[in-house]
């Protein structure tokens, strides 16, 4: 489904899984691939990604991972390919938050007590409950969160 936001310049905020099943898209047939549409759309309407400063962290640890062999001595990406990847996830319009003052770290803390999420991905909810966006994720803890207070 797209983004629900009807701002002629939408918004959503993004985990880390949503993002990196779109950038690994073209690269492993095994990541989930209907991001695409969502992508594209907020790429074709000039719309922006949220994200909290713990996403480019995450994201390039997945991306080290896809470039670290396997138990079996298989790499499933190439440095150069990664590499490609970061250069062009940093051409995205992508709105990284300014770094959580106490009460918003406090918010983060209490929704992940509340939905027994991680303090991570808790941050991604209280992101997208600030800026009332929705929120992309392929986390169904982080997903059920945030549908429950759609709902409220």
């Not at 489904?1 to 073209?26: Q, W």
């Not at 929704?111 to 209280?126: I, T």
Request: hydrophobic letters at 35%; charged letters at 25%; aromatic letters at 14%.
């Amino acid at each position: 489904m797209l983004a629900e936001n009807t701002n002629p310049f939408p918004c959503i905020a993004v985990d880390t899984s949503f993002m990196a099943a779109y950038i690994l898209n073209g690269y492993c047939s095994d990541e989930l691939s209907d991001c695409i549409k969502e992508v594209e759309y907020i790429l074709n309407n000039n719309g922006q990604f949220y994200v909290p400063q713990l996403f480019w962290y995450e994201i390039e640890n997945v991306l080290l991972y896809k470039i670290r062999k396997n138990k079996k001595g298989q790499v499933y990406l190439s440095k150069s390919d990664v590499l490609d990847i970061i250069y062009d996830l940093q051409q995205l319009p992508i709105y990284t938050d300014l770094q959580p003052d106490g009460e918003i770290r406090q918010r983060i803390f209490d929704m992940a007590e509340e939905h027994n999420l991680s303090y991570y991905d808790a941050s991604y909810l209280e992101l997208a409950r600030r800026y009332s966006i929705p929120l992309k994720t392929y986390d169904a803890d982080l997903s059920a969160a945030f549908e429950s207070y759609k709902l409220s």
